[in-house]
Every structure is written in C-alpha cells, then in structure tokens.
C-alpha cells in the first residue's frame, strides 16, 4: 500500500499521540480507497482484519468513527427509553387508543432500528471492503426503516379524521417500503455515481422518496382548508423543521464541508459525517415528539374530527 505523506505522517502521529486508543490508527493512504470516510479525512482510521471483539473496544477508543459510533447509539438508547416513556407515560395520559399505541411503537422501532444500524455498521464497517459493504447494506436498510417510520406517523396524524385517505396513504406507504429495502440487494449498489461525485443513484432514489412526502402534506393542508387553517398553522411549521434538518444533514454528507476546505484539520472531530448524524438524529427526536404533542391535542379534543370533516373545505376550523 501507499505511505503516508509527511503532512499525514505527522497528523497521525499526532492523533495517536493524543489518543488513549490501544489500537494503532492508520492513515487513509495506507488503506483501500472503499474505507475511507471521504477523500478530505486524512488521519484517524482503525486498522483492518480485527476481531469483532477488537472493534468492540474500540468504540471506546478515539479514532475517527468514535463520534460516528456514540451518536447513534446514544440515538438508539434515547429510542428505547422514547418507547416507554411514550407507552407507559405520554400516551395513556390522553387515553390513546389500541392503534395509537401500535402506530407510535413501529414508528420508534423504525427509529431504533435506524440509529442500531447505523452505529453498527460504523463499528464493524473497517474491517475489510467485503465486510464494509455487508454492513453498509444493514445501514441502509436502517435508513429506510427510519424513513418510513417519520412517514408513517405522519400519515396517520395528517389523515387522523380521514381513514379512508389515510388507508390509501398506507398502501402507498407499503408499496415504497418494498421499493427501498429492494435498493440494498441491487449489485451496482456502490458503483452507480453520478459524475465523479459521491452522490449515487442510491442517494437520488432517497432524495425522491423524501420527496414523497410533499404530496400527502399538500392534501393535508388542502383537507384543512388551506394554509390559513388555524391547525394548518400550527403544525405546518413542524413539517418544515423536520425537512430543514434532514436537508441541513445531507447537505454536510453531499459537500463533505468542513473537511473539504481544510483537510485533515476536522478528522476525529468535526467532519461532515458527524454533522449528518446529529442532524438525522435531531430530526428523528423532534418529530417523533412533535407528532405524540398531536396526536395528545387531538385526543384531548373529542369534537376534533368532527370539526375538521365537517369544514374540510373552508379556510378556517372553529374548534
């Protein structure tokens, strides 16, 4: 394999200096260019072919997946404390139903599985390019569960006094979940980019199922009577901080900033990465608790559905 530059040389040696990791860091040159984080992350990488039980410890250790590692896996204890907490607190204080304690239990599994996922695949992923897109395909699925669990609890809170619509969203719902746990088994899954960038058809079939979720949002406000609705109002701001977050997140992933202006200065620390799962994260944590804040409002207020149905086509709901 390649050695290290002299200016990567002397960051890792930097890195290993600072770091109480037991293990010996690599730099990206030393390495198969499929292991690396991006081209912009110099320093910082465990070595290959170890035991799972070596990169067990290694979450513990400094190295340019820690923060990777301990975002997503704070995530999914979150998530599991979320569920019941939700369960057993939030949800029988409004008497939710059978089907809401269904409903918000597979949305937060979703989210579980998404952050479990994740956090494995960033511990396991350095082992070899075999084992790294073994794990990468778990990664994905996760994304996917994660996905559809934010659309699934949107659905049924935007269509809560319209079963019928929301029974056709669900449909909907299950058909594009086939679709997108398809995506890992595809052969060219890591080949297909688009120009020399990091961007593959992979990412731009996520960019449209994220998309998806414009359409049910437009008819929810058009059911609500417009954007005046007072509910519509209320709750339409949600709806653009959850997509501001997700954008804010993949747009650290696609630019790869701040590495990409100074390389090797945000390697263990600081680098697109690390912004992209604090980002989903923070998504994922505000509209799981946003959307057990609406389905309680709407539990609270039993001439609620009636309301909405009955001026479903007028630009005000007098509650």
């Known amino acids: 394999m390649a050695k290290c530059t002299e200016y990567e040389s002397k960051k890792i040696g930097a890195n290993c200096r600072s770091s109480r990791s037991k293990s010996r860091l690599l730099c990206k040159t030393q390495l198969e260019r499929e292991l690396w984080v991006n081209e912009f992350v110099y320093t910082g990488y465990r070595e290959p072919h170890l035991s799972k039980s ?37 949800l029988p204080r409004f008497a939710a139903s059978i089907s809401d304690h269904i409903v918000v239990s597979l949305c937060i599994i979703g989210a579980q599985i998404c952050m479990l996922l994740s956090a494995t695949y960033h511990i396991f992923g350095s082992a070899s390019v075999k084992e790294r897109r073994r794990w990468l395909r778990y990664d994905i699925f996760g994304i996917s569960a994660g996905l559809i669990s934010a659309y699934l609890s949107g659905i049924y809170l935007a269509f809560f006094c319209f079963e019928e619509w929301r029974t056709n ?44 979720g414009i359409c049910p949002t437009i008819h929810w406000i058009s059911l609500h009577g417009g954007s005046s609705n007072s509910h519509v109002m209320a709750w339409l701001p949600n709806v653009f901080v959850l997509y501001g977050l997700l954008g804010s997140g993949f747009t650290f992933y696609a630019t790869m900033i701040p590495e990409r202006f100074i390389p090797g200065m945000f390697d263990v620390i600081g680098c697109s990465h690390q912004w992209w799962h604090w980002l989903i994260l923070a998504a994922m944590i505000f509209w799981h608790r946003a959307g057990i804040e609406l389905l309680g409002m709407m539990r609270s207020m039993p001439e609620f559905c009636h309301h909405t149905t009955s001026s479903s086509n007028t630009s005000f709901i007098t509650y």
């Not at 086939?178 to 595809?186: A, D, E, N």
């Open 54 to 90: 070596a990169y067990l410890k290694s979450i513990i250790e400094w190295n340019n997946e820690t923060i990777n590692i301990w975002s997503h896996l704070f995530g999914f204890i979150y998530f599991l404390w979320f569920f019941y907490d939700a369960n057993i607190n939030s």
């Open 169 to 212: 969203y669900f449909t909907m719902l299950c058909g594009l979940f086939i679709f997108i746990t398809y995506l890992p088994s595809r052969s060219d899954l890591f080949d297909a980019k688009i120009y020399g960038s990091r961007i593959g058809y992979l990412h731009l079939a996520y960019i449209i199922v994220a998309a998806f």
